[in-house]
Structures are given as C-alpha cells and as structure tokens.
C-alpha cells in the first residue's frame, strides 16, 4: 500500500469522527459490540440515523462488523471500534496539509463533545483537569505523549458495554500536540 492511499484513509478517518454523534457511537462501541438498534435506543436517535453514522464510521475503517444476529425474522449486524493497535497505527505519523485539516476538524469535534459533556459531569466525586501551552524538550514532549498514549489504550481496553452493573459512566478527551513557533 503506498503512503498516498494510507494519508488516504488516514483522512477518511478523521473525517469521519469529526462529528459529535459518531465520537459518541466509537465511545459505545468501545466498550461492546453493538446493532444499529442498540445504538439507535442508547443515544436517542432514530434507527435510520444510527445506520447511517455507522455506515460513516465503517466506510472511514473506524468500526469493523462483529457478527450478525437474528432478530424479528431479519438480520442484524454487530459493529465494533477498531482500536488503533487494530488498525495497525500504534505509533503517531506526521500528517500532510488535508490530514492536518481533517485533525483540526476532530480536535473542534471534541471541543464541542467536551462542552456537551460537562453539563453531565459529576465533579463531586473528583476530576483531573490540564489545560496549557507549555515549552518542553523534544525529549519531554514524546515521553509525556507516549504515557498519555499508553494511559489511553489502557483505558479503551477497560471499557464495558454500556449500563454494565458495577461500572461507571466516565468522560475522558485528551489533544496534545505540538504548537508552531510564533
């Protein structure tokens, strides 16, 4: 596969989450395997709705299908969120100017994700919060990013299918990225 037709698919994937229902579907699908119905009933929206972010999240290689089942004489498919150690992207690339448009478009998606999320948050029972625009190493700055990296992973290999009894509904968005010298 050339790096073209990567950067490629690499866009049609940011692309594809930079809208605030389909992060929230990868965040269901993170936890379990889901049909468009569940997620249609988890999130409020109509079926042909969660059909057609699913499809989204399919064509831009986010979500793999898990199975299928039999409901009411048809057939239901099962999705799943393809980690990026599934997707084979364990290490961070640089990005080419539309790779480098279509992060910032995530980046707005999670802003905008983060603010509808707050209005939800529990902060009785305790939070971390960062927000700056540090100076550091080189060095400092890709040891940091791989703990937060590694810290992530860990915390999408936890994930329970929603509602799942003893588990707790969290909110967790995380950007660290290096700033032009002005």
Known sequence: MSLGDEDAKRQAALRAMAHPVRLQILSLLTGSSMTAAEVARELGLTHANASYHLRNLLHGGLIVPDGEERIRGGVAKRYR??????????????????????????????????????????????????????????????????????????????????????????????????????
Request: glycine share 4%; net charge negative; aromatic share 4%.
């Open 81 to 182: 969120y393809q980690g990026e150690r599934d997707r084979g992207t364990d290490k961070p690339r640089p990005l080419d100017a539309a790779g480098a448009e279509a992060q910032r478009a995530l980046l707005i998606a999670f802003a905008n994700e983060l603010i509808r999320r707050t209005s939800e948050a529990d902060l009785t029972v305790g939070s971390t919060v960062t927000d700056a625009e540090l100076w550091v190493t080189p060095e400092a700055y890709q040891d940091v990013r791989d703990k937060i990296t590694e810290a992530s992973r860990a915390l999408h290999a936890a994930a329970q299918a929603p509602r799942t009894p003893g588990a707790i509904r969290t909110s967790t968005t995380i950007a660290m990225f290096r700033m032009e010298d002005k």
